[in-house]
């Protein structure tokens, strides 16, 4: 048994001197220097969207818009609008959107 544990610990040894001296291989320290850098995972910071503070609540009609940005967001996100007469994408195109 004391054999075994001998050459085992030798084995070592030469395996450990062999790639300490070898420099056709990389220590675990080179390998971890060379290896690529990566940015760090942080979490990408979320803006809220511009169009958040309009909320559909059943008006339909440009006379009811107080501004471009609020029919645009009616047109895009509510059902039943009457805004896009040409069908366009431009809502109130005579009041707010010019």
């Not at 300490?20 to 220590?27: A, D, E, G, Y």
């Amino acid at each position: 048994m004391k054999q075994l544990i001998a050459l085992l610990m030798l084995g070592l040894a030469v395996w450990g001197g062999y790639r300490h001296f070898n420099p056709s291989t990389p220590s675990v320290a080179a390998r971890i220097a060379a290896a690529p850098a990566r940015a760090p995972s942080t979490p990408e910071r979320v803006l809220p969207a511009p169009e958040a503070r309009f909320s559909c609540d059943g008006r339909q009609h440009c006379s009811q818009m107080r501004s471009c940005a609020e029919a645009t967001y009616f047109i895009r996100n509510c059902p039943d609008t009457k805004m896009d007469g040409d069908n366009d994408g431009v809502p109130c195109e005579s009041q707010h959107c010019s």
